[in-house]
C-alpha cells in the first residue's frame, strides 16, 4: 500500500482487488479549432495482480491510457486511485512512494536506454534512487541476478557493456530487467515488442509472462496485436477514440466479440508488424458536443446502427459474467 494520508475528501474506495481505477477520466488536447478527446469519460479499473491487455487502433488513446495510470500526465478532469489514493493530487512523499511502486518499459529499446551509460548503471537506477543505503556490490549482485531472470546470463557478463554492443531483443530484455529489479507492484509495456523483429517477439511476450507470473505485478499491455494481447492478457479491453467499448476475457472477446468496432479489429487485423488502421475513423460524420464526439464513436461507421447511436453515449454494461460492451445493440 501506498504509505501517507488518504484524502480526507474521498469517500470511495476501491474494492480490494483493483490495484487503479479510473473515474470519469478525460484527457484533451486541443489545438486551434479541434478538440481531441484522447480520453473520453474513462471508468475503469484494473484488477491487482492480473495482466489487462488494451487493444486498439492507432490513436484510441491506448498510451495515453498507460501514461495516465503511472501519474506522467495529468488528466484534464476525473480522478485516477491507486490502491485507494488518488494520484492525481499526491503530496511529496506520496509522489516518491508511488513511482517506486510503477515502472513503464518503453515500446522502443533504442531510444529508452541511455547509450552513454553501461547495462549496470541503466538497470540498477530504480535500486539507487530507491533503496538508498546498498552497497556498489549488492547493487551489482541485484543486478546481474535481475539479467539472469531476463535470460541474459550470466548476467555479470553484461554488467559494464554499453547498449551498442546488444541487439534489439537484448536491449528490451535491458529495459525489462530495469522496470523490475526494484519489485514495483504496477508495470506498463507500451507495445514492448512492435520495434523488435518478429522472430523474437513471442520469446520476449513468453519471458514477460513467465516473469510476471513469478514476481506477481500486475501489467498493463498495450498493443494493436490482438493475437499477443489474447495470449499475454487475464482480461482485455478494447479502446475506440478514447474509450473503452469491450471489457472481458481475451478468449471470448476475440472469439465472439459483442461491440461492432472489435469485431472489424479482429476481421482486419493485420499482419505481425503491420500497424492496425482499420479505417479512417478520425474523419467520420460525427454529431459532436462540447468538442468530443456525443454518441457512440464508432456510429459513423456501424453497419448496425440506430438513431441512439448518434445521440446518446453508449455506456460500458455487463451482458453476459464478466463481458462487457458499450452498444446499444451488441452482436448475438
Ligand atoms: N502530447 C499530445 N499532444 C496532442 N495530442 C496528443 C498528444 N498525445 C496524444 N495525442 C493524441 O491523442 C490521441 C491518442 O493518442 P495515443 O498516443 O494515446 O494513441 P495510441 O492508441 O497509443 O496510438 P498508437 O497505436 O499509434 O501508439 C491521438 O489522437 C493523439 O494524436
Ligand atoms: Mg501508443
Given at each position: 500500500m501506498l504509505t501517507g494520508r488518504r484524502l480526507k475528501e474521498e469517500k470511495w474506495l476501491p474494492p480490494s482487488n483493483e490495484i487503479i481505477s479510473f473515474r470519469n477520466v478525460d484527457k484533451v488536447y486541443k489545438s486551434g479549432h479541434t478538440t481531441n478527446y484522447a480520453l473520453d469519460s474513462i471508468n475503469f479499473s484494473i484488477k491487482t495482480g492480473k495482466t489487462l491487455s488494451v487493444v486498439g487502433e492507432s490513436g484510441s488513446g491506448k498510451t495515453t491510457f498507460g501514461l495516465a495510470s503511472l501519474g506522467l500526465i495529468e488528466p484534464t478532469r476525473g480522478k485516477i486511485y491507486f490502491q485507494g489514493i488518488d494520484i492525481t493530487s499526491l503530496d511529496r512523499i506520496q509522489k516518491r512512494n508511488f513511482r517506486s511502486k510503477t515502472h513503464m518499459i518503453f515500446q522502443d529499446p533504442y531510444s529508452s536506454?541511455?547509450?552513454?551509460?553501461?547495462i549496470f548503471t541503466t538497470v540498477s537506477a530504480p535500486i539507487e534512487s530507491f533503496q538508498k543505503g546498498m552497497s556498489k556490490e549488492e547493487r551489482r549482485n541485484k543486478a546481474a541476478e535481475m539479467l539472469d531472470k531476463v535470460g541474459l546470463s550470466p548476467g555479470a557478463d553484461f554488467l559494464d557493456i554499453y547498449p551498442k554492443s546488444l541487439s534489439g531483443g537484448q536491449r528490451q530484455r535491458v529495459a525489462i530487467a530495469r522496470s523490475l529489479i526494484n519489485k514495483p507492484e504496477f508495470v506498463v509495456a507500451d507495445e514492448p515488442t512492435s520495434m523488435l523483429d518478429v522472430s523474437i517477439t513471442s520469446t520476449v511476450i513468453n519471458l514477460m509472462k513467465s516473469l510476471k507470473d513469478e514476481l506477481n505485478f500486475t501489467m498493463l499491455y498495450i498493443s494493436h496485436e490482438i493475437a499477443t494481447s489474447r495470449y499475454i492478457g487475464d482480461d482485455m479491453a478494447v479502446m475506440n477514440l478514447g474509450r473503452i467499448v469491450e471489457y472481458g476475457s481475451p478468449e471470448e472477446i476475440t472469439k465472439s466479440p459483442k461491440h461492432p468496432y472489435t469485431d472489424l479489429l479482429i476481421r482486419s487485423?493485420?499482419?505481425?508488424?503491420q500497424k492496425l488502421?482499420?479505417?479512417?475513423?478520425?474523419h467520420g460524420d460525427y454529431n459532436v458536443y462540447n468538442g468530443g464526439i456525443k454518441g457512440c464513436t464508432f456510429a459513423y461507421a456501424c453497419?448496425?446502427?440506430?438513431?441512439?447511436c448518434e445521440n446518446t453515449k453508449p455506456e460500458l454494461r455487463e451482458i453476459s459474467q464478466g463481458h462487457w460492451v458499450a452498444c446499444f445493440h451488441p452482436i448475438n
Open positions: 536506454l541511455n547509450p552513454y551509460n553501461n487485423y493485420p499482419k505481425p508488424g488502421v482499420p479505417g479512417e475513423t478520425r453497419p448496425f446502427k440506430i438513431p441512439e
